[in-house]
């Protein structure tokens, strides 16, 4: 499974974009990125997956750059609920199991 | 999304007791559970893999005697703490996988049980 490196925290405030990197450099052919969200005694909620380039839903947009060795969560104008730990996950195929990193606690601030 | 359910939420034993969580995927079938268990302030660590019908697969330093998983059906698998002390206590957290043909698969977790070996 490819390893990911995270920031372990990051500070925001309301209203700003939050930009959150993983590095995953021995990310396979095959493997997805997935980002999955952690609010305190919540199990992880599932934010955005992408494979190359760039994918957006209502939540989040996640940036795949050709090499795909990173990839970068964006969370438009953050909210005080933003709260949380966010995991980056690499290969999530079917019958892998999902190793987590440390993730990035993520604090926005009023 | 598909649901995965968690019981129970909390759960308060004493020592030396044993405990049993629950795992059910609710709206879909799971070939695949995945038990972890979380400590204050850090992540996620995978304890076991467990497929329907067959036993499961622990991670290296999980006791398998001590946390007994069961899968019997699409839609349960149990999380058994043996005769838990109090170092057992902890957020264990299920997910579900479920069987796709593409290569990619979202895994659903539940929203974790919180243990304490009093």
């Known amino acids: 499974l490819a390893k990911t490196t995270q920031p372990i925290s990051m500070d925001s405030y309301e209203g700003q974009e939050v930009n959150i990197t993983c590095s995953h450099n021995?990310?396979?052919?095959?493997?997805?990125i997935t980002w999955y969200q952690q609010f305190p005694s919540q199990g992880p909620r599932f934010i955005i997956q992408?494979?190359?380039t760039k994918v957006t839903n209502e939540v989040a947009s996640l940036f795949i750059p050709a090499d795909r060795k990173s990839s970068t969560l964006s969370l438009p104008r953050v909210s005080l609920s933003d709260t949380a730990v966010y995991y980056c996950?690499?290969?999530?195929?079917?019958?892998?199991?999902?190793?987590f990193g440390p993730g990035t606690r993520l604090s926005v601030l009023p | 999304g598909a649901v995965v359910s968690q019981h129970p939420s909390w759960v308060i034993c004493k020592s030396g007791t044993s405990v049993k969580i629950e795992c059910r995927s609710l709206?879909?079938?799971?070939?695949?559970m995945f038990w972890y268990r979380q400590f204050p302030k850090q992540s996620l660590m995978l304890m076991a893999t467990?497929?329907?019908?067959?036993?499961?697969?622990?991670e290296q330093g999980v006791e398998k005697d001590k946390f007994l998983i069961n899968h019997a059906s699409l839609t349960l698998s149990t999380l058994t703490v043996t005769s838990a002390h109090p170092e057992d206590s902890s957020f264990y957290i299920c997910s579900a996988s479920t069987d796709s043909q593409s290569l990619h698969t979202e895994a659903f977790f539940g929203q974790g049980t919180r243990l304490t070996v009093v």
């Open positions: 996950l690499v290969g999530v195929n079917y019958g892998q199991n999902f190793v």
């Open positions: 709206d879909f079938q799971a070939t695949t």
């Open positions: 021995n990310i396979a052919t095959n493997d997805y």
């Open positions: 992408g494979y190359k």
């Open positions: 467990s497929n329907e019908g067959s036993k499961a697969t622990y």
